[in-house]
């Protein structure tokens, strides 16, 4: 079992900053994948970024890219999503995910059915 739990959410203004944090807790963190993804009013969960278990490889959805920057401290045990230039469309309940059937795996996944376990969500909301 792996426990993840988010917190950095907020309100904040266009153009501004917020870090997500997620903490996890249970298995060897630094074997598996992250992933963060979001879920607007209305809409599908979507990939947002996600980060192998080395740190060294990541991936970004278009839309992110450039604003948005997924880091690891394996030793804390916790995953960031940097997000700087918001934008109202980012708007959204924010979740981190593990990939843990694949550990040690080079490439992390970006399809939300190969994160087997989610943590509670953090909204992030940006006014226009």
């Known amino acids: 079992q792996v426990q993840l739990v988010e917190s950095g959410g907020g309100l904040v203004q266009a153009g501004g900053s917020l870090r997500l944090s997620c903490a996890a807790s249970?298995?060897?963190?630094?074997?598996?994948?992250m992933g963060w993804f979001r879920q607007a009013p209305g809409k599908e969960r979507e990939f947002v970024a996600a980060?192998?278990?080395?740190?060294?490889?990541?991936f970004y959805t278009n839309s992110v890219k450039g604003r948005f920057t997924i880091s690891r401290d394996n030793a804390k045990t916790t995953v960031y999503l940097q997000m700087n230039s918001l934008k109202p469309e980012d708007t959204a309940v924010y979740y981190c995910?593990?990939?843990?059937?694949?550990?040690?795996?080079?490439?992390?996944?970006?399809?939300?059915?190969?994160?087997?376990?989610w943590g509670q969500g953090t909204q992030v909301t940006v006014s226009s």
């Open positions: 995910a593990a990939e843990t059937t694949r550990p040690w795996v080079a490439l992390a996944a970006t399809k939300p059915d190969l994160y087997d376990f």
């Open positions: 249970g298995r060897t963190f630094s074997a598996y994948a």
């Open positions: 980060i192998n278990w080395r740190g060294d490889n990541t």
